[in-house]
């Protein structure tokens, strides 16, 4: 399994970015999908998650109201569409799969994730 991310780049303070993640190697039916940051000097972090399904999404709270993720089940490609762009969201962005349930209380932990992307970086300065 291959997880290619792209749409990062240098944008302005209130600027949009959408990040695009798009699995190869295996059809997700199952599981979730979710995005994680790592800033300068900062820990990996979560930053929003949706389940295959798609009946459910989940937001850390320093994106929620700004950040939006979606899937395209025909596309195997998940998007986290980035609205209100601040210069704290600055970091290299990964995508990462569960290829099986991920139950609510770890859908914001790295350990559900069984495949990673390469990242991409995000960078937001005036």
């Known amino acids: 399994v291959q997880l290619q991310a792209c749409g990062g780049g240098l944008v302005q303070p209130g600027a949009s970015l959408r990040l695009s993640c798009t699995a190869s190697g295996r059809t997700f039916t199952s599981g979730a999908m979710g995005w994680f940051r790592q800033g300068p000097g900062k820990q990996r972090e979560f930053v929003a998650a949706i389940r295959w399904s798609g009946v459910s999404t989940h937001y850390a709270d320093s994106v929620r109201g700004r950040f939006t993720i979606s899937r395209d089940s025909a596309k195997n490609t998940v998007y986290l569409q980035m609205n209100s762009l601040k210069p704290e969201d600055t970091a290299v962005y990964f995508c990462?799969?569960?290829?099986?349930?991920?139950?609510?209380?770890?859908?914001?932990?790295?350990?559900?994730?069984?495949?990673w992307g390469q990242g991409t970086q995000v960078t937001v300065s005036s």
């Open positions: 990462a799969a569960a290829p099986t349930r991920v139950i609510l209380s770890a859908i914001q932990s790295e350990a559900s994730y069984h495949y």
